[in-house]
């Protein structure tokens, strides 16, 4: 930054106090209240030898563009919950043979946070979060779709706006039934954020998407994924479980929309568990 190169290297102190209060109702349909009081720590320090090295406006804007924010909060929050708890046992998902419980129906959650000096420290914002999903089960096709979107208003806040912290994301997963001795598994995310306080980056990459290339090869803020995995049924040799996979994998990690790129890959694998360790 500002022609100079600074170690991003830095002392964190963290401290997190809740004080918490639920309440649940019903049963084919739950309903969760909580709400309670929360201290937040999060302070992040230079080194003294890098505040010695460096100009005092190359610390600045290392300091607004790299590190995380630091705060101290005191805050009240409210959180409501609902969901239908239905559950259906499936195998040959992600575990091969062992059973695994497929939520269906509704999920939604909703949260606010309201952080002021009278209730310790300095920071003031009002923060919103909520989420959304469904589980849909249609002769063994699985389809889940969610959802989510957080926001808060600080006006003390480094970047050039009151609203920071903007977060959306959308997700899909849908496998198909068996076809044969394979199955078909296509999902998709995609995450957008702004005025980030934390100065977070999505990665692609190595094992969870874009496998075809190095792990965290590409970084940003912002990320979009799809993908497409044929995996076969398992074999049993011995105590271990073992199948093959291909895949075909896009996506991108991108600073602004207007740097969105695609990038794939495709590869072939094997998946080995062994259930003694899967517990």
Request: negative net charge; aromatic residues 16%.
């Amino acid at each position: 930054v500002s022609g100079e190169s600074i170690p991003f290297v830095y002392h964190r102190e963290l401290g997190d106090f809740k004080v918490r209060w639920i309440q649940s109702y019903g049963l084919e349909r739950k309903h969760n209240f909580s709400g309670g009081y929360r201290s937040l720590i999060r302070t992040f320090v230079l080194p003294s030898e890098t505040v010695r090295d460096h100009s005092t406006a190359a610390l600045e804007e290392f300091q607004n563009q790299e590190m995380p924010f630091s705060e101290k909060a005191g805050m009240v929050y409210a959180n409501y919950r609902f969901y239908t708890p239905t559950y259906h046992p499936k195998v040959d998902i992600n575990s091969y043979a062992w059973t695994e419980d497929f939520r269906v129906g509704p999920s939604t959650e909703t949260e606010f946070r309201f952080a002021h000096p009278a209730f310790g420290w300095s920071a003031r914002y009002v923060e919103a979060r909520a989420t959304a999903d469904w589980g849909f089960d249609w002769e063994d096709h699985l389809l889940n779709t969610g959802m989510g979107a957080v926001i808060r208003h600080q006006p003390e806040a480094p970047p050039a706006t009151i609203w920071v912290d903007r977060l959306w994301t959308v997700k899909v997963a849908y496998v198909l039934p068996s076809w044969g001795p394979v199955r078909f598994h296509i999902g998709g995310r995609f995450v957008r954020t702004s005025f980030d306080l934390d100065h977070g980056e999505e990665a692609l990459g190595g094992n969870g998407s874009l496998r075809g290339y190095p792990s965290n090869f590409f970084r940003g803020p912002n990320l979009w994924t799809g993908n497409l995995e044929i995996r076969t049924k398992p074999l049993n040799l011995y105590s271990s479980h073992v199948g093959a996979a291909a895949f075909f994998d896009l996506g991108d990690a991108f600073e602004t929309p207007e740097q969105i790129g695609v990038h794939g890959s495709v590869g072939l694998g094997l998946r080995v568990v062994f259930p003694q360790f899967n517990r």
